[in-house]
């Protein structure tokens, strides 16, 4: 299967300022990658697929295949934007999904 | 609307109880995941199916097992349930494509072991 790590437990950042998760690939061929989302109370779904190349809620994520990374960016955060937030593989044929670990992020007022 | 629908979502269970978590998806999906989330070690896989009666195991199989009979359900058992076992079970379903599909998640059960 294809594997993720996700380097930050925990993110914490003042509202407004720009955010940064990490989370790199380590398998080769053409990566695909996503990254999902999971707010209090609320159930985990797809936040954004690297491939649509779209902002969704302000946030972005590039693949960057020198670095073997795929960062999801914001560049000012909104205390609505504290979350949980997993980087994926996509699923397939007969696929397995395994998530990264996670990141919390924490925006502060 | 897309729907991963998990029977329950609070449970309490006695240490030594067989424990059923059952799954629905209403997507005709191929695939179909059971994951457990605990803080600060993530979502994690138990198990993964991919068509009816065929099943893999995931990265943390032990103590558990799952049952396909329909395309549509997917139930995660727990043997003889323990306190380690104590957590939130997250399903999820994808579609079975050679690009890449997203996961849809059910909105969890927690289960708690005492």
């Known amino acids: 299967a294809q594997r993720v790590t996700q380097p930050e437990k925990l993110l914490s950042v003042f509202k407004g300022a720009p955010v940064e998760l990490k989370c790199n690939y380590s398998y080769s061929g053409s990566p695909e990658l996503f990254w999902y989302v999971q707010y209090s109370r609320q159930r985990l779904q797809l936040l954004l697929r690297h491939i649509s190349r779209e902002s969704i809620k302000g946030f972005t994520a590039d693949l960057n295949k020198g670095e073997t990374s795929f960062h999801l960016k914001k560049p000012f955060a909104q205390e609505e934007d504290s979350a949980m937030y997993y980087c994926a593989p996509p699923g397939g044929s007969a696929s397995k999904i395994i998530f990264g670990s996670g990141t919390r992020l924490s925006i502060r007022p | 609307d897309v729907k991963v629908t998990q029977s329950s979502r609070y449970l309490v269970k006695r240490t030594g109880e067989k424990v059923f978590l059952e799954c629905v998806q209403d997507m005709d999906h191929e695939n179909m995941f059971w994951y457990r989330q605990d803080p600060g070690l993530g979502l994690r896989l138990i198990y993964f199916s991919y068509d009816v009666k065929m099943k893999e195991k995931g990265d943390i199989p032990e103590g558990y097992s799952v049952s396909r009979e329909k395309k549509e359900r997917f139930s995660l058992i727990l043997e003889s349930a323990s306190t380690n076992q104590t957590s939130m079970y997250l399903c999820?379903?994808?579609?079975?494509?050679?690009?890449?599909?997203?996961?849809?998640f059910g909105q969890g059960t927690r289960l708690t072991v005492v």
């Open positions: 999820a379903s994808s579609e079975s494509r050679g690009e890449g599909t997203e996961a849809f």
